[in-house]
């Protein structure tokens, strides 16, 4: 076995997939994984109170790798992956969304790149599906995007897709668990991601490794929620996680989130913006 085969072999990966009335998709994600060419560690299937047929599904893979996660429906996707987060094994976390699907040679490249870069935290690009029917032709990140991103790339812009990360458990310790709370819904993950980004940057593999099913009639987004205030929201907490985690966060961290919230502070229009700023600055004064 050569040393790179060596390297991959040794590598402990838990896979969590958060789902929800997805049956119909649930499937072919999760026999996404068990065609790695890296074969992982194990897959959690994180129920969020699903009632269509994929507890039956997932029960009915031959699989001893493949768990079903059972929970209440709490309607927001952070709770079912924390739930798969609290008892995952792997030293490796990857998260996939039960819509989406990876490519056959997703995590061994993934593997690869951390093996020569010592990266804690990669993402890659994606094909984007729109319909069953389209073919992987289109690429979700047209735009050139930093082999490294950094926080401060990253406060700027969410180049990172849930579905194609991997995370070593020791920056998810600090950083995690996805935040719960309903105002977060469906941006929780890119909270997360900026959390991750204090303490080290993405690796960005520029290769689509993964379907992306961007289909938003299935989707959780908060499509009427004003975009100026998901960010207020997303910087909120990502400032009060920082706070509360002085220690672990360098300073260049904090003063990039500062330097974010002094931006906030200084829209003129929105009034969400003019009603928190009280609220803004002291986070400010604390971070």
């Known amino acids: 076995m050569c040393i790179v085969e060596s390297f991959l072999a040794k590598m402990k990966i ?39 047929d994929s507890q039956k599904l997932v029960q009915g893979i031959n699989d001893k790798r493949v768990f079903w996660l059972a929970g209440p429906h709490g309607g927001l996707p952070a709770l079912p ?61 047209f735009q050139a995007i930093s082999r490294l991103t950094t926080l401060d790339e990253l406060l700027g812009t969410n180049p990172v897709i849930c579905s194609s990360t991997l995370i070593h458990r020791s920056v998810l310790t600090v950083a995690g668990p996805f935040p719960e709370s309903p105002g977060l819904k469906a941006i929780e993950d890119y909270a997360l991601w900026l959390r ?44 009060q996680w920082a706070t509360r985690n002085k220690r672990q966060v360098p300073s260049t961290a904090r003063h990039n989130i500062k330097r974010a919230l002094n931006k906030a502070l200084g829209r003129p229009d929105p009034e969400v913006w003019l009603t928190t700023k009280r609220f803004v600055r002291s986070l400010l004064t604390r971070l």
């Not at 819509?99 to 994606?126: F, I, S, Y």
């Open 14 to 52: 838990s896979v969590i997939i958060p789902t929800w009335n997805r049956a119909h998709t649930l499937g072919k994600a999760i026999q996404s994984v068990l065609a790695q060419t890296v074969p992982v560690w194990e897959i959690l299937v994180c129920d969020d109170g699903s009632t269509d």
């Open 196 to 239: 991750v980004a204090c303490l080290t940057p993405f690796y960005f593999i520029e290769e689509p490794l993964l379907s992306y099913h961007d289909n938003p009639e299935e989707s959780v987004r908060q499509e009427d929620v004003d975009p100026l205030e998901q960010r207020l929201r997303i910087l909120q907490d990502v400032s």
């Open 81 to 141: 992956r924390n739930r798969g987060l609290s008892v995952a094994q792997g030293d490796w976390i990857a998260f996939l969304d039960s819509d989406d699907e990876w490519l056959p040679t997703k995590l061994e490249k993934q593997l690869e790149a951390l093996q020569q870069t010592g990266a804690r935290a990669l993402c890659c690009n994606a094909y984007r599906v729109q319909s069953q029917n389209q073919e992987n032709t289109e690429l979700f990140f």
